[in-house]
């Protein structure tokens, strides 16, 4: 008997650490699958085709919305963000949990579409964080910065339609904290009923 696969959605401000903390879970759990997004954003230093975005222009990225092969996407700043469809349905089919990093707007998209998805917001533990950590990274300009504050506000205000909300005060301390709301999930009873089929007639 295993347990089904689960739909993980993290959103969060930019700068609140998503992408620290979500490397930090899934280097602990070879079940749980990294949902690559298409994007129309240019892809900064390091970052890898096909590994952290499937970097395409506006005119890939509309076609892609016309051949229905996108889950859900959204405007995010000045760029459009997108979830592939196929690997999302070829990973759930295979057991595997699949874990997604989108924005508000492409979170409740999914929500809508999948009633059964955990929903994460991360937040670092107070909002001036957010712009100390942009800052920091270095990889956005000055407008960018600004744009993605702006957004944060925002963010923070569909916070409450989260499951749970995680603050990224220490990196290893939210990834304990988000592996912890995915074991929870897995031990629901609704979701280990299979376990009991062969006992009682449900
Ligand atoms: P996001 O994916 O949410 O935009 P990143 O993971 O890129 O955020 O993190 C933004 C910056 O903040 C990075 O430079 C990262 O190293 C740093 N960072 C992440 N978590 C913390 C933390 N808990 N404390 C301090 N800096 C952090
Ligand atoms: P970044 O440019 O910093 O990589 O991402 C900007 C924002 O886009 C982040 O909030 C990230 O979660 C979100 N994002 C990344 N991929 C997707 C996606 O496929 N769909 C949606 N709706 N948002 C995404």
Not at 31 to 42: E, G, L, N, W, Y
Not at 155 to 176: K, L, R
């Amino acid at each position: 008997m295993t347990d089904c696969g689960k739909m993980i959605v993290v959103s969060g401000p930019s700068g609140a650490g998503k992408s620290t903390v979500l490397s930090r879970v899934m280097a602990a759990d070879r079940s749980i699958v990294f949902s690559v997004s298409a994007t129309t954003r240019k892809p900064r230093e390091g970052e890898r085709e096909g590994v952290n975005y499937f970097f395409t222009d506006q005119a890939g990225f509309c076609k892609m919305i016309e051949n229905g092969e996108l889950l859900e996407y959204a405007q995010y700043v000045e760029n459009h963000y997108g979830t592939p469809r196929t690997p999302v349905e070829e990973n759930l089919k295979k057991g595997l949990s699949v874990l997604f990093d989108i924005e508000v707007q492409g979170a409740m998209q999914l929500k809508s579409l999948c009633p059964e998805a955990i929903l994460i917001f991360v937040i670092p533990p107070d909002f001036s964080q957010i712009e100390n950590r942009l800052r920091a990274r270095g990889t956005d300009s000055e407008k960018k910065i600004l744009q993605r504050i702006k957004t944060a506000r925002f963010e923070y205000s569909m916070a409450m339609n989260y499951d749970y909300i995680v603050i990224n005060d220490d990196p290893d301390s939210a990834a304990n904290e988000i592996k912890s709301i995915i074991t929870a999930e897995k031990c629901r009873a609704r979701n280990r009923q299979n376990y009991l089929t062969e006992v009682c007639s449900l």
